[in-house]
Nanobody
């Protein structure tokens, strides 16, 4: 069982930066693939980024490549999403997810956080 708690969301102007954190409970955090998804009003939840259990590989949606960076600290049971050059279209609720074998599809992830709101003003 894994419990996830996101933090770090907020209101930022276009071009600004935010760093999201996701703190996980459970001793087996380091064995899980972690991911960030986001969901804007009226839209489906979409993949943002994922990272393997060791942190050696990261995967990104085309819309955030070069602007967002996912990382993890297994000693702290935490995964991060550094978001730079934010755009109004990045506005959404951002969710942290965990699964032993998850990819880029939301249905592949077993554990989810409650979400944190990110709002980018133009």
């Amino acid at each position: 069982q894994v419990q996830l708690v996101e933090s770090g969301g907020g209101l930022v102007q276009a071009g600004g930066s935010l760093r999201l954190s996701c703190a996980a409970s459970g001793r087996t955090f380091s064995s899980y693939r972690m991911a960030w998804f986001r969901q804007a009003p009226g839209k489906e939840r979409e993949f943002v980024a994922a990272i393997t259990w060791s942190g050696a590989r990261q995967y990104y949606a085309d819309s955030v490549k070069g602007r967002f960076t996912i990382s993890r600290d297994n000693a702290k049971n935490t995964v991060y999403l550094q978001m730079n050059s934010l755009k109004p279209e990045d506005t959404a609720v951002y969710y942290c997810a965990a699964d032993s074998r998850g990819g880029s599809v939301a249905l592949e992830y077993e554990y989810w956080g409650q979400g944190t709101q990110v709002t980018v003003s133009s």
